[in-house]
């Protein structure tokens, strides 16, 4: 974690390590098991070539990082001539954090909602959408930012999406494995138990992709409420930040889902899942359930001697 004036969290340092090394392994795992599975001088290719593959898409991943989240939400960068409200809010929290201001972006999006992003917290942006800048109050959009600048400080953006690799190079074998599986994947070769080497392939590959994606989930959830208990002790304001969510929430649940589409491939790394009527308690969810942040937000609450919203 970089050094600012944001809470420690030794659980999120830990859980980001582990996560980290188990993909890793299963990562080598796989490459191992294709070299097994496939032998000779094409499974070695085949394994080189996944290796590589992997490794190119960390070394995408964590350089453009913040490009592909700005892209895919359709937003841009502005200037402190363009958002001065929200550049000087980022400021006060910026220096109050004692840490980097980031660059600043936009959404034109209903959807209430925000995100961080980006390689380091000198590369790093802060978005949010023009729904959320006329859902909220100040006081609870600095709650929001608060919350986004302490994954910018704690660098778990940068962890989950070069973590996320390994599952997208399983991916890319599982639809090598389907391919093959039209065009002459039959073949037995160094397969005792005779089945289809694409068939193998397959399994092993799905099973790789189905760890790295309940070890993401499990991290981005417990992300979020270290963000949440982080935020809350910056601004010492765990009541707005309260009451953010819930907004966010609520309007979400109203929003037509063809407009939440536009943020679905950035929603793991939104303060709010941009989806409407899902639980969150189920084991695909990228976030924490809003009943989980509300309690432990009221927690802090208390501890700081504030009555309870």
């Not at 991290?219 to 208990?229: C, F, I, K, Q, V």
Request: charged letters at 15%; glycine letters at 10%.
């Amino acid at each position: 974690m970089a050094r600012t004036r944001f809470v420690g969290d030794s659980g999120l340092t830990a859980r980001m390590t582990l996560v980290m090394f188990l993909l890793g392994a299963v990562f080598v795992a796989l490459i191992g098991g294709l070299m097994v599975i496939l032998g000779g001088q094409g499974g070695m290719g085949l394994a080189v070539l996944v290796g590589l593959a992997g490794i190119g898409v960390a070394i995408y991943q964590w350089y453009s990082s913040d490009k592909v989240a700005m892209r895919a939400m359709r937003a841009r960068e502005v200037s402190p001539q363009e958002a001065p409200e929200l550049h000087g809010m980022i400021d006060r929290l910026c220096a109050l954090a004692d840490m980097p201001k980031p660059r600043v972006g936009i959404a034109d999006s209903r959807v209430p909602n925000a995100f961080a992003t980006g390689r380091s917290p000198d590369r790093a942006v802060v978005c949010v959408t023009t729904g959320i800048l006329q859902t909220l109050t100040a006081e609870e959009l600095e709650g929001v930012l608060a919350h986004e600048l302490s994954h910018v400080a704690h660098r778990d953006v940068l962890v989950m999406t070069v973590a996320s690799s390994a599952g997208i190079a399983a991916g890319m074998l599982t639809q090598g494995a389907q391919y093959g599986a039209f065009f002459g994947g039959n073949r037995r070769d160094n397969n005792s138990n005779g089945l289809p080497i694409w068939l193998v392939v397959l399994v092993v590959s799905l099973v790789v992709y189905a760890v790295s994606f309940v070890l993401l989930r499990i991290l981005s959830r417990y992300r979020e409420l270290s963000a949440d208990r982080a935020g809350a002790y910056l601004t010492m304001k765990p009541a707005a930040l309260a009451s953010a969510l819930q907004k966010i929430t609520g309007e979400i649940n109203q929003i037509p889902q063809k407009d939440l589409r536009q943020m679905a491939a950035a929603s793991a790394l939104c303060i709010a899942p941009a989806a409407a009527g899902v639980s969150l308690r189920t084991l695909t969810s990228t976030h924490p359930s809003l009943e989980q942040r509300l309690e432990q937000l009221a927690k802090i609450q208390a501890e700081l001697g504030r009555p309870t919203v």
